[in-house]
């Protein structure tokens, strides 16, 4: 069964602080992997995916087969980063994800 | 891209009576995805809604609990029936469309609903 495991609820880090949240699925095909982020009174929205290898607001993340992981990553956290980010895959349906539990992020001054 | 729109934001609702979220896309979609969020907890896709043909259920979710219309291609309906107190969530309509050439999920602003 495929899973997406975010180990973290709460990570708290200081502005200008690296960031890094983790994520960890269980797939047995090709899976696709995103990263999506919710500010405060917003909706859900996508943050990236990792066929992009794109950075979006300073947020990397790299696809790991060998570790399964798809961590997210962002070398000076600031303070608009604070937000509810969850990590999701697609496995072989349109438009179905399975996300993870999520990790709450708060960045202090 | 996609924009979604939800009826009811929110809604405070009785044990045992039935209620029906809207949802309405601003473009012509094939499929639309109704999720759960519980409080505390990650999202869970309950149904996909085709246009012209019965939703899909996923595994715990039954056509009649979770009732779903979709009359056209920009509009679906989710209802809520009999709730319970374990009902209360967040309940997201989502849509997949294009960007550029690949595709997105959107999602909608969610309804609240709280059963008492």
């Known amino acids: 069964a495929q899973r997406v495991t975010q180990p973290e609820k709460l990570l708290s880090v200081f502005k200008g602080a690296p960031v890094e949240l983790k994520c960890n699925y269980s797939?047995?095909?090709?899976?696709?992997l995103f990263w999506y982020v919710q500010y405060s009174r917003q909706r859900l929205q996508l943050l990236l995916r990792h066929i992009s290898r794109e950075s979006i607001k300073g947020f990397t993340a790299d696809l790991n087969k060998g570790e399964t992981s798809f961590h997210l990553k962002k070398p000076f956290a600031q303070e608009e980063d604070s937000a509810m980010y969850y990590c999701a895959l697609r496995s072989d349906s349109w438009g179905k994800l399975q996300f993870g539990a999520g990790t709450q992020v708060v960045v202090t001054p | 891209s996609a924009v979604i729109s939800q009826k009811p934001s929110r809604d405070i609702c009785q044990r045992g009576t039935s209620l029906t979220i809207q949802c309405q896309v601003d473009s012509q979609v094939t499929m639309m995805f109704w999720y759960r969020q519980q409080p505390g907890q990650s999202l869970t896709l309950i149904a996909t809604?085709?246009?012209?043909?019965?939703?899909?259920?996923e595994s715990g979710f039954v056509i009649d609990k979770f009732p779903i219309s979709r009359p056209n291609l920009t509009f679906s309906t989710l209802t809520v029936s009999n709730m319970s107190p374990e009902d209360s969530s967040i309940y997201l309509c989502?849509?997949?469309?294009?960007?550029?050439?690949?595709?997105?999920?959107?999602f909608g602003e969610g309804s609240r609903l709280t059963v008492l």
């Open positions: 797939y047995s095909g090709s899976p696709e």
């Open positions: 989502s849509v997949e469309a294009a960007t550029g050439d690949t595709g997105e999920l959107f």
């Open positions: 809604a085709n246009q012209g043909s019965e939703a899909t259920y």
